[in-house]
């Protein structure tokens, strides 16, 4: 079973304010990501990371920002929240090697007012 | 492109067989995943296949690989309620290692 956290699990915020959604695994995994999942399911990549101090844009531009000062720990903020960032966050993190694939926490609901 | 393709919906009857499909796009994927996500949760991994096998067995289920199709099937053996989910496939890219996941397939169970 992977050890990947997410807080909170639901976050209900009026438009502007600014938010941090956080992700920590005690996997010592160098690989972390941040996915947006639709409503209709699809999940869409929005940041990932190789290890600290990398960070990279995924597939779907976001408003959002992540850094990783620690290997453990993988934080997303959004400065100032708006309705259409209202979603579903994953978190997930991978060694990388071997039979190794993405292990993923248990998910951020976001609804921004 | 870097679409993996599967059905958005199935409906199975309880206790019948449930065939979930998933086409995918680089014939030098190294290993393909289902994962299993309910409601409210995140993805759960349920199994892979590495690319060198056809077929893999884990109880109730079986995974079917065609790779000169690139072809992935999911079969899940007398369906129960709690297999309703939504079923994801992906595969790892061979160049980078990247994850590319499909849409989901959505798993209906019928009483």
């Known amino acids: 079973e992977a050890d990947i956290y997410q807080t909170p699990r639901y976050l209900v915020i009026g438009t502007g304010k600014k938010i941090t959604l956080e992700c920590s695994q005690t996997m010592g995994h160098d690989k972390m990501y941040w996915y947006q999942q639709d409503p209709g399911m699809e999940l869409h990549l929005i940041h990932y990371s190789y290890g600290v101090n990398s960070t990279e844009k995924g597939d779907l531009s976001s408003e959002s920002t992540v850094s990783r000062i620690r290997t453990e720990h993988f934080p997303l903020t959004l400065e100032s929240a708006r309705p259409s960032h209202t979603s579903q966050y994953l978190c997930?993190?991978?060694?990388?090697?071997?039979?190794?694939?993405?292990?993923f926490g248990p998910g951020t609901r976001l609804t921004v007012l | 492109g870097e679409d993996v393709e599967q059905s958005l919906f199935l409906s199975v009857r309880e206790g019948d067989s449930s065939v979930i499909n998933c086409t995918y796009t680089d014939s030098s994927s190294t290993y393909l995943y289902w994962y299993k996500q309910e409601p409210g949760a995140g993805l759960q991994l349920l199994t892979y296949?590495?690319?060198?096998?056809d077929m893999k067995q884990d109880q109730r289920l079986t995974v079917l690989l065609n790779k000169k199709d690139k072809h992935l099937s999911l079969r899940i053996a007398d369906t129960q309620t709690g297999d309703s989910a939504i079923y994801f496939c992906a595969e790892r890219k061979n160049r980078d290692d990247k994850i590319i996941f499909g849409k989901g397939t959505r798993l209906h169970i019928l009483p």
């Open positions: 296949i590495f690319s060198n096998m």
């Open positions: 997930a993190s991978m060694r990388g090697k071997g039979t190794d694939t993405q292990y």
